[in-house]
């Protein structure tokens, strides 16, 4: 039998904002962790994007939040750590589209890209909800800017990733000023002894779930490797392929920024339409590139 979002117990504000958004069915990551995140249990989830997995904790962290915080202080009641900035505003969007009838909810995102100003003073009125990534702007937690007395919700997006782009310290030091007793939600992709290792450190009793989603089959794509001979060799064959009639977009990646930024020059040059993406960008610019690539 397929559930109905309308069996949790969730309040009515969210149940039509579920409505809105058009889904009929939980999926199962949302059919196994709702249930558990509205008893209180601390989660280990494994899952990737396009699972639902956002919805499944965003939901009922939203039902949380819709009644008054029992505690007092400042600070967030939800935070929200995901590798990247991107997928932390793909998130916020989402917040967005479930708080809909919850007007009262405020959020503030920190991170590179938005003026240092701009978000210390959104953090001085009242909030409910901060997204962060854990590299930059750590130092608003060591200056006394942000603390989570708070903090009833954690959740930790693509732990996995997290650890790769090498956020194991700063993840720790913010672990480290969050309050003992609240609920942790931990998600990634994969569990590997270090991810593994972390989640132990994060989580108390922790209800697991994994989720095979059909997303990341990608059963139509074929993958092919290559071995070049050096660079002149490597970038005639990046061209040869980048100017197939049948490729209308293509990611490429490199090994650093500046040969990102290389590359674009270098492709350009040739008349090939491209643009970079990587961390030393501007916000502004980043989310240029991407809308591009969206337009095609
Ligand atoms: P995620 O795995 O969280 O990145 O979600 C993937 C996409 O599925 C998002 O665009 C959601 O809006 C959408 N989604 C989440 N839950 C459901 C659901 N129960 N039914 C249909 N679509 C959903």
């Known amino acids: 039998m397929t559930m109905l979002f309308t069996e949790f117990s969730f309040i009515p504000e969210i149940i039509r904002s579920i409505k809105d958004a058009g889904y009929k069915n939980p999926s199962p990551i949302q059919e196994q962790a709702i249930p558990e995140i509205l008893n209180g249990n ?64 405020k959020s503030v995102c920190i991170g590179g890209g938005v003026p240092y100003h701009k978000q210390l003073s959104k953090m001085k009125k009242p909030y409910d909800i901060l997204f962060a990534t854990p590299g930059r702007r750590l130092d608003f937690i060591k200056k006394g800017k942000i603390s989570f007395p708070r903090l009833e919700v954690f959740i930790v997006d693509e732990a996995d990733r997290m650890l790769d782009m090498g956020f194991i310290d700063p993840l720790k030091r913010v672990l480290a000023a969050t309050p ?41 794509i074929e993958q092919k490797l290559y071995y070049t001979n050096g660079l002149p060799h490597k970038k005639s064959l990046l061209t040869h392929f980048l100017s197939t009639e049948e490729i209308d977009n293509i990611i490429v990646f490199t090994s650093t920024k500046v040969h990102a930024n290389e590359l674009v020059i270098e492709l350009r040059e040739e008349g090939l339409n491209a643009a970079a993406l990587h961390g030393d960008m501007h916000q502004r610019k980043r989310t240029d590139t991407i809308n591009k690539m969206r337009r095609g």
């Open 42 to 105: 601390d989660i280990r989830g494994s899952a990737r994007t396009g699972s639902g997995k956002t919805a499944a904790f965003l939901l009922p962290a939203l039902h949380r939040l819709a009644t008054t915080s029992p505690l007092s202080g400042k600070g967030p009641r939800l935070l929200i750590l995901s590798p990247t900035r991107e997928l932390g505003s793909q998130i916020a969007a989402q917040v967005e589209k479930y708080s809909k009838y919850l007007p009262k909810i």
């Open 180 to 220: 003992e007793d609240k609920q942790t939600l931990f998600f990634s992709a994969t569990f590997g002894r270090k991810v593994s290792e972390l989640s132990n450190l994060m989580l108390q009793n922790p209800v697991d779930i994994a989720i095979e989603s059909d997303a990341p089959k990608h059963e139509n």
